[in-house]
């Protein structure tokens, strides 16, 4: 039987042709024309003035949130169930992550807890707002637009605004989807997306930057390239970074993003196939999209209701014996080793989230015949269970 894979790669357009160029004509490295072609169709793409192509989501991540300010001894809100590099990216600049829990609903982090740790546990002051215990200031926030679907952004940006905080969005999961009709990664000071082998376009690895202030793309421009003050003398006023796209890179990225919408629309028809499929089986509750938001569904995650937490798991087994690839997300991350200390607050869901969804396959090639066997395995699976527990 073919192993169905969770999220792979699709490669039907330029792809090839664009590689070939950059190997004809020798720009293959950090500069080249595809980085910039590269970049101009992307902030056209989602209507940014500006978009800095990143080596990662994660390097995205990082030189935001320094041009963004964020800096030593810092605090940095970030949702507690995500991916960790925003909690990383928090760490290599000097600041350290609070944790604020998501919504049981969607899963995104939970706006009005963000207000209330504001209010509850920080005081606003002339230079900003500071953590009341420590003193520590509070510089930005990173709410993380969680497997396609974006997190509620109005009433963020207004908490942002009353407390002088900056919005870094990771939008690294949710390119093609909308809020209010506008692209995630467009709100904030920053946005950041990635370009990996499962996202919904990939440049083998790669980010991007983007943003509507000049000074803030030159910024991440000059920290991405080595921080150089003066090209041709090598001289560096600043501590840089090596994060550039090679143009190889950035080929492969300017065609994966020709061909974006389709790529959107067959994780929609994915999303839809599955949501009929599953709608009955006992126990499951299916991803959804909020009134004001169009998700990608980047990943097509349900959640699996107890009789036993370790049904979810069962399940994942049970399709691994059948060659499907399922997964779960990702463990809260104040459980993390490297952040144990961090402050938190509000959690009570990001546990359970982790404990009961299940990532189902959701890549754009993924045949209908295919996914049948997907639906046809979690019944199976998840009928047993409810008979087992009845
Ligand atoms: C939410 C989130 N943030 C950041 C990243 C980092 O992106 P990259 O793997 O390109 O560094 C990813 C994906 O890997 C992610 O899912």
């Known amino acids: 039987m073919r192993r169905i894979p969770l999220s792979v790669p699709v490669m039907r357009g330029n792809e090839g042709r664009y590689l070939q160029e950059c190997i004809d004509t020798n720009w293959v490295s950090y500069v080249g024309p595809f980085v910039e072609r590269f970049e101009t169709a992307f902030a056209q793409a989602v209507s940014a003035p500006y978009a800095v192509a990143m080596q990662s989501g994660t390097a995205a991540l990082h030189v935001a949130l320094l041009a963004a300010g964020v800096g030593r001894d810092d605090l940095v809100i970030v949702p507690d169930l995500t991916f960790i590099a925003p909690a990383n990216a928090a760490r290599y600049c000097g ?6 829990d998501v919504t049981p609903d969607r ?12 209010e509850q546990e920080c005081e606003r002051g002339a230079d900003g707002t500071r953590d009341r215990t420590t003193g520590r200031r509070l510089a930005a926030i990173i709410p993380v637009h969680l497997l396609g679907h974006p997190v509620d952004l109005d009433p963020l940006i207004a908490l942002a605004e009353r407390h002088r905080l900056a919005i870094v969005e990771d939008a690294t999961e949710s390119l093609g989807s909308s809020y209010k009709g506008r692209a995630p990664g467009t709100f904030g000071i920053c946005g950041c997306f990635s370009f990996n082998g499962n996202k919904i376009i990939t440049s083998g690895g790669g980010g991007m930057i983007t943003t509507a202030s000049h000074d803030i793309a030159e910024r991440a421009r000059y920290l991405s390239t080595q921080a150089r003050d003066d090209r041709r003398e090598y001289v560096h006023e600043s501590v840089g970074f090596n994060y550039r796209l090679t143009n190889l890179q950035a080929a492969v990225g300017l065609a994966q993003l020709e061909q974006l919408d389709a790529h959107v629309a067959r994780k929609r028809e994915i999303a839809s196939r599955y949501a009929k499929g599953l709608a009955d089986v006992p126990g499951v509750t299916l991803p959804g ?7 990608t569904f980047w990943l097509y995650t349900i959640l699996v209701a107890p009789p ?3 049904t979810s798991r069962e399940l994942i087994d049970a399709l691994e014996a059948e060659d499907i690839e399922a997964r779960p997300v990702w463990a809260p991350l104040h459980e993390q080793r490297p952040y144990r ?9 990001s546990g359970t989230i982790h404990a009961r969804a ?3 396959p959701s890549s754009v090639d993924l045949a209908a015949e295919d996914q049948e066997r997907v639906i046809a395995a979690v019944r199976r699976s998840l009928v047993a269970v409810a008979k087992r527990s009845a």
Do not use: I, N
């Open 95 to 100: 600041a350290d992550p609070v944790f604020v």
């Open 107 to 118: 899963w995104q982090l939970d706006v009005d807890k963000v207000g209330r740790f504001l």
């Open 289 to 295: 999209e909020a009134p004001w938001a169009r998700s």
């Open 308 to 310: 036993a937490a370790r």
């Open 341 to 349: 200390d961090a402050r938190t607050f509000g959690l009570e869901h």
């Open 358 to 360: 299940v990532s189902l």
